[in-house]
């Protein structure tokens, strides 16, 4: 079931220097059950594409066509109090920097009490549930933790109670913007296992908004990869990283070090720079930088071509 | 002669608290060479103290124990360690805020010139530029106006000023897309080649160090664990903390997804220092030993050392 869509999605960003189209077109779906990844470079919309599906992209930002639609209902015109009892209760979010995720003048406990304003029931049950779900995200003392302030918690700590803070409500769709950034490798690990953990028994969508291969690849079933505020391919994880065909997603997959079996030797690079979004170009925005470059690729826009079912790819190159 | 050697060095650092008597150790008993023309990777979890590493050697955090020997030449006072910043240059973590933001990119470029008083042959910022790939027009410029990537050739250009033996990499990709990655790493590796340098570079990307490194050491809390060629370690990694290290890291192939985690819990405190092998609390193959007896560092096979009793 799709519980939410992202439809034709457009926004811009209001700047001195004229508007910055960051999303163009977006569209995307996340079912029930499956592990969404958004994958791209900074600057590509990904961050933004996440923040406008719970409708709070910044001051600046004016969505200017398209719809996001959370269980058929599109959340962008819905009344503000409407949306507001949409967030964190139907859509959860996890942010990249779990020290600014939390207030740091009150206990964990106290935040998590008041993150549950909109259910039913006791502080002291409120507060059995928080510690619950701290010990369920893997916090070893959690009565402890509760009594604890943001900054008393390392960084690993502190991602795991923004899970917990977000899971706290049991929301259908759960968003995480780069969950792993701020982490060291072993930290990134075990969030990556405790999310997998957490899928098992967890029935709605959860989006994962990162630019990191390797946790995509570890975490998700399907792939959205964007370029320049669009969607460039959509696909199976195993098909994206395994047959990629989009030149744009075969050149960033091939740039990564990790890839490589040895060391040594010159890696692959993209070459050129992201166009400017205040002029986009009528053609394919990746045209600039391609190695399968066509005249037609300037002057058209490529349709999106579906290589399979579930593949697609937005490319003139692309045949089915 | 090798170009870098350290030995022994030990970093203490005052506790907090103007009437604290108490000294943290967050250093000690390191060794290390670095050859001439060789890239040597330092890795471990943030705290292992690979930056207070990095900034012993310059003589930018005091050091405590040890010595230091650059080019065959003791390094005791702050006069030597002057000298040294001028063979030895660093690159430091964030790129953008290692640069004045009041000074323009070519000030920025000129300045090692004024602070070693070194003469600035004429053109030389332009040739600096020009080497780390930039346009001469971005002389001009100020840093908020570069792009991350950018921010980072200045960094490499700033580095090379004074034509230095060795480079010191603080984090050298960290917040860059795998893209521009790509590019500051075959920067670094075409201007290795060119002017023979020497690399300590510092990261927690795994692949990174794989990819750039001659040499690796592994940190772990203050100490090194394991240190020996790149192929090798990788391949068969001699101490628990560095196979788990490389099992963690995740990889850009949904087909190698790990069943089970290699690691759990976090790198205790220096403050909490545990017994025995600093390890044992983290190490899967922990025994009776671990909890009691400090392990030394021994060389398990020519040139690969590690710091584990049961490997």
């Given at each position: ?320 | 002669?090798s170009l870098l050697t350290v030995q022994d060095l030990g970093v203490d650092l ?9 000294r943290l150790n967050i250093l000690s008993g390191i060794d290390l060479t670095l050859q001439?023309?060789e890239t040597l990777g330092l890795v471990g979890e943030s705290g292992s103290g690979k930056t207070t590493l990095a900034r012993a050697v310059l003589g930018l955090q005091k050091i405590s124990s040890g010595t230091l020997t650059f080019?065959?030449?003791p390094l005791k006072?702050?006069?030597?360690f002057?000298?040294i910043?001028?063979?030895a240059?660093m ?75 060795l480079?010191i990499a603080d ?27 020497s690399y300590l570079i510092i990261s927690h990307?795994?692949?990174?160090v794989?990819?750039?490194a001659?040499r690796i050491a592994v940190m772990y809390l203050g100490r090194l664990v394991e240190t020996g060629?790149?192929?090798?370690v990788?391949?068969?990694?001699r101490h628990?903390y560095t196979?788990?290290l ?21 790198i205790?405190?220096i403050?909490?220092r545990?017994?025995?092998c600093e390890f ?14 400090v392990p030394q560092l021994t060389e398990k096979?020519?040139g690969h050392w590690a710091r584990c009793?049961?490997?």
């Amino acid at each position: 079931m799709t519980l939410l869509a992202v439809d034709n999605l457009s926004l811009q960003y209001r700047t001195p220097a004229g508007p910055v189209q960051a999303l163009r077109g977006v569209s995307i779906q996340a079912h029930a059950g499956e592990v969404l990844g958004i994958m791209g470079e900074s600057g590509c919309g990904k961050s933004t594409l996440a923040a406008a599906i719970i409708n709070l992209p910044g001051a600046n930002a004016q969505v200017t066509g398209g719809e996001v639609r959370y269980r058929g209902r599109d959340i962008l015109t819905l009344p503000a109090d409407q949306q507001r009892a949409l967030r964190g209760r139907h859509i959860g979010m996890i942010f990249q920097d779990p020290m600014t995720a939390f207030n740091p003048v009150l206990t964990i406990g106290a935040q998590l009490v008041d993150f549950q304003h909109h259910l039913p029931g006791s502080t002291t049950s409120k507060r059995a549930n928080a510690q619950s779900m701290l010990t369920r995200v893997g916090i070893p003392d959690a009565a402890m933790c509760l009594r604890r302030y943001p900054h008393e918690l390392s960084g690993g700590m502190r991602q795991r109670a923004a899970i917990a803070a977000a899971l706290l409500l049991q929301p259908d769709v759960l968003i995480a913007d780069e969950p792993t950034t701020a982490l060291d490798v072993t930290m990134e690990a075990q969030i990556i296992h405790l999310l997998r953990a957490l899928q098992a028994d967890f029935r709605g969508a959860i989006i994962i908004v990162t630019h990191h291969l390797g946790v995509i690849a570890e975490l998700c079933d399907r792939v959205v990869v964007m370029y320049a505020g669009q969607v460039v391919e959509e696909g199976l994880v195993d098909d994206i990283y395994h047959a990629p065909r989009h030149p744009y997603t075969a050149a960033l997959l091939a740039c990564d070090p990790a890839k490589l079996n040895a060391g040594g030797g010159r890696l692959p690079t993209i070459g050129g720079r992201l166009p400017d979004l205040m002029h986009p170009g009528p053609g394919c925005s990746f045209a600039p930088r391609c190695g399968q470059v066509r005249d037609l690729c300037h002057k058209t826009p490529p349709p999106r071509v579906a290589v399979s079912g579930t593949h697609s790819a937005s490319c003139h190159a692309v045949t089915t | 002669m090798s170009l870098l050697t350290v030995q022994d060095l030990g970093v203490d650092l005052p506790m907090a608290g103007m009437f604290s008597q108490g000294r943290l150790n967050i250093l000690s008993g390191i060794d290390l060479t670095l050859q001439p023309g060789e890239t040597l990777g330092l890795v471990g979890e943030s705290g292992s103290g690979k930056t207070t590493l990095a900034r012993a050697v310059l003589g930018l955090q005091k050091i405590s124990s040890g010595t230091l020997t650059f080019c065959g030449r003791p390094l005791k006072d702050n006069h030597d360690f002057r000298d040294i910043r001028r063979d030895a240059a660093m690159m430091f973590q964030d790129a953008v805020a290692s640069l004045s933001p009041r000074m323009t990119v070519g000030q920025l470029i000129a300045e090692p010139f004024v602070i070693h008083r070194v003469s600035r042959p004429s053109g030389k910022v332009a040739d600096l530029l020009a080497q780390v790939g930039l346009p001469p027009d971005i002389a001009g410029r100020y840093p908020h106006e570069l792009s991350g990537g950018q921010a980072r050739r200045v960094g490499v250009a700033r580095a090379l000023a004074l034509t230095p033996k060795l480079v010191i990499a603080d984090e050298p990709t960290a917040g860059l897309d795998v893209s521009v990655q790509a590019e500051i790493l075959n920067l670094m590796n075409d201007l290795k080649a060119k002017l023979n340098l020497s690399y300590l570079i510092i990261s927690h990307n795994l692949a990174l160090v794989r990819h750039v490194a001659d040499r690796i050491a592994v940190m772990y809390l203050g100490r090194l664990v394991e240190t020996g060629p790149t192929t090798q370690v990788f391949a068969a990694p001699r101490h628990p903390y560095t196979a788990s290290l490389l099992a963690a890291d995740p990889k850009p192939d949904p087909r190698q997804r790990r069943a089970d985690l290699a690691i759990k819990g976090e790198i205790p405190s220096i403050l909490r220092r545990p017994l025995g092998c600093e390890f044992h609390t983290r190490c899967p193959m922990a025994q009776g030993q671990c909890l009691t007896k400090v392990p030394q560092l021994t060389e398990k096979q020519p040139g690969h050392w590690a710091r584990c009793h049961l490997t």
